[in-house]
T-cell receptor
Framework: GQSLEQPSEVTAVEGAIVQINCTYQTSGFYGLSWYQQHDGGAPTFLSYNALDGLEETGRFSSFLSRSDSYGYLLLQELQMKDSASYFCAGPNGATNKLIFGTGTLLAVQP | ETGVTQTPRHLVMGMTNKKSLKCEQHLGHNAMYWYKQSAKKPLELMFVYSLEERVENNSVPSRFSPECPNSSHLFLHLHTLQPEDSALYLC??????????????FGSGTQLSVL
């Protein structure tokens, strides 16, 4: 079947670096997206990796290795406002529509 | 503000009620989506509309009935729901719906409780 797996929870302190992993099993894979969702809010797009390697956008970076069916989101200089759920998403090879990972709840502590 | 507005934000309904969820996007997009978000589960795609035509129905029970009167509005009509249908229902839009590298723009959702 098609699935994307993430750790359910991660805890880190302000100013630290945290990595949220995503492993996937999909057919016809060709890109990984990341979304952020604050409690009670709308998921918002963070990044997209079409090719292997690292994409950097400010404090956030995303990495993809298609040979390992693996990607991660790296958050640097953590701030309290980064406390949220983070979802990876990839294409369902059968329907060509996005399917989402299980989500990781990040708690940033002072 | 994502440009996608959902109403109501919260809804409590009995199993025999009929209600509708509304979604409006102000982004000029051509594709709109309904997702279901349950606790500790991935977002589940329910329906996709592209240019007002339903292009996907992801094996959703008939007690959920979508309607897309134009490219800016999307409804989800609910009737005779079950308690397990309690969840956050998210609407999203994208430019065309043709490729999975498109950004999805989500609304804040309707938190539905079925009693």
């Amino acid at each position: 079947g098609q699935s994307l797996e993430q750790p359910s929870e991660v805890t880190a302190v302000e100013g630290a670096i945290v990595q949220i992993n995503c492993t996937y099993q999909t057919s016809g894979f060709y890109g990984l997206s990341w979304y952020q969702q604050h409690d009670g809010g709308a998921p918002t797009f963070l990044s997209y990796n079409a090719l292997d390697g690292l994409e950097e956008t400010g404090r956030f970076s995303s990495f993809l290795s298609r040979s390992d069916s693996y990607g991660y989101l790296l958050l640097q200089e953590l701030q309290m406002k980064d406390s949220a759920s983070y979802f990876c998403a990839g294409p369902n090879g059968a329907t060509n529509k996005l399917i989402f990972g299980t989500g990781t709840l990040l708690a940033v502590q002072p | 503000e994502t440009g996608v507005t959902q109403t109501p934000r919260h809804l409590v309904m009995g199993m025999t009620n009929k209600k509708s969820l509304k979604c409006e996007q102000h982004l000029g997009h051509n594709a709109m989506y309904w997702y279901k978000q349950s606790a500790k589960k991935p977002l589940e795609l329910m329906f996709v509309y592209s240019l007002e035509e339903r292009v996907e129905n992801n094996s959703v029970p008939s007690r959920f009935s979508p309607e897309c009167p134009n490219s800016s509005h999307l409804f989800l009509h609910l009737h005779t729901l079950q308690p397990e249908d309690s969840a956050l229902y998210l609407c999203a839009s994208s430019r065309s719906g043709g490729t999975t590298n498109e950004k999805l723009f989500f609304g804040s959702g309707t938190q539905l409780s079925v009693l």
